[in-house]
């Protein structure tokens, strides 16, 4: 959890940021928190706590902001970013990022392009750390990329013109303010709505009043009889909803089994997807799986999770967490390969402090510019 002393930290160092500019921001937490001895790669990082827009609500937790940790990673002056946005029911936290991040020592590689080495190495320190072990991952990415001028959508041989639409998230709250939100997703083709709670049907009523655009629904594991949750996807259908998110508890594997083969929507996992093992068992449980780079320790795990769904015939969305364009441009470069996007996490917050990929008309635009394609805010935001 955030201690007050991080909280401090983290409000100081944000209206640092506002006045002058991210690089500097970086360069003032060096000496508290960066690890910057020796040659090779220079880690620095700081917290960062996203605000959002608006309460979150999902089936069983509700929250006003997103603990973050944002990266940078310099080799001989060039610099890639990364960051780790730790919802707290992944069990992440500021603290637990920062003693993460704090022992690592990067300075023993002095050559970023041993992607394998120095990514190996990284989740080797220690178990778990996901959100963390994806920052670093994120940024040798950005890194990399700028150190060959190529985005990483080419580098992957990926065609840009085959991007998804982006799903907008619409949570779980109150007739009145889902409208609202309904009338904020103006540029976006498809919703995604927040279900399993008592007011399901209610939800999805209320946007039905409102907008006829196709829906997908994620339950978060939020109903736990399969019958029940049978009936719900038939009527589901009905309101033109095209697929369903982790209806059951990730534990209930041969319920989900079940439902999915009876199924007239196509099912998709997501907390039971975390890393590339869990792709070899969702198959047969699962019509596809959401990959997230926050879950999946990065860009070159959620590739591999890629090739692999690929291969079994499994669909695929990049997903994210509530973070800044940053991941999200890093999630996009692998989106052209994916069935569908819900890239919206930067756009569900209030302080993002950079610009990276766009939505143009709800589908997802990547930017020709080298690594994850992240450019300046403005001019005060040196990057
Ligand atoms: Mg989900």
Redo the contacts with the bound molecule.
């Keep these: 959890m955030n201690s007050r002393r991080n909280f401090l930290r983290t409000t100081g160092l944000t209206a640092l940021a506002g006045m002058t500019g991210i690089e500097t921001l970086f360069a003032a937490s060096k000496k508290k928190s960066g690890k910057t001895s020796g040659k090779g790669l220079i880690l620095r990082f700081i917290p960062y706590e996203l605000q959002l827009r608006h309460t979150f609500t999902l089936a069983n937790s509700s929250r006003k902001t997103t603990p973050d940790v944002l990266i940078s990673l310099e080799f001989e002056g060039v610099t890639g970013y990364g960051e780790a946005s730790m919802p707290p029911y992944l069990g992440e936290s500021i603290e637990s990022a920062s003693k993460f991040l704090s022992s690592l020592n990067l300075s023993q590689f002095n050559d970023p392009f041993q992607m394998d080495d120095i990514l190996q190495y990284v989740d080797s320190v220690m178990p778990g750390n996901c959100a963390a072990k994806a920052s670093v991952d994120i940024a040798l990415h950005d890194l990399v990329g700028k150190l060959m001028g190529q985005p990483w959508y080419k580098i992957w041989g990926f065609n840009p013109a085959d991007t998804p639409n982006t799903s907008f998230t619409i949570g779980i709250d109150t007739p009145d303010v889902v409208r609202q939100k309904v009338a904020e997703a103006v540029p976006y083709q498809v919703l995604k709505v927040k279900l399993g709670q008592k007011t399901d049907r209610e939800m999805i009523e209320t946007i039905r009043s409102v907008s006829d655009k196709p829906l997908c629904v ?1 339950v ?1 594991q939020g109903w736990t009889d399969k019958q029940m949750a049978l009936d719900m996807i038939h009527w589901l259908k009905e309101k033109g909803v095209v697929f369903v ?2 209806p059951m508890p990730k534990t209930s594997i041969d319920e989900m089994a079940w439902l999915t083969e009876h199924s007239p929507l196509p099912t998709i996992g ?2 039971s997807v975390q890393r590339l093992p869990d792709v070899m068992k969702a198959k047969g449980v699962y019509n596809g799986i ?1 990959i997230k780079l926050m879950k999946c320790t990065g860009m070159r795990e959620a590739h591999q999770m890629l090739t692999l769904a690929k291969s079994l015939d499994m669909k695929v969305m990049i ?1 994210c967490m509530t973070e800044t364009s940053c991941a999200i441009s890093a999630a996009a470069q692998l989106s052209p390969k994916c069935e569908w996007a819900d890239l919206d996490g930067n756009l569900l917050i209030s302080n993002d402090p950079y610009q990276g990929v766009q939505v143009v008309k709800g589908k997802v635009t990547l930017i020709d510019q080298p690594g994850i394609g992240l450019s300046a805010l403005d001019t005060k935001w040196k990057i």
């Design positions: 994620d978060n998110e982790q997501d907390e959401n997903g």
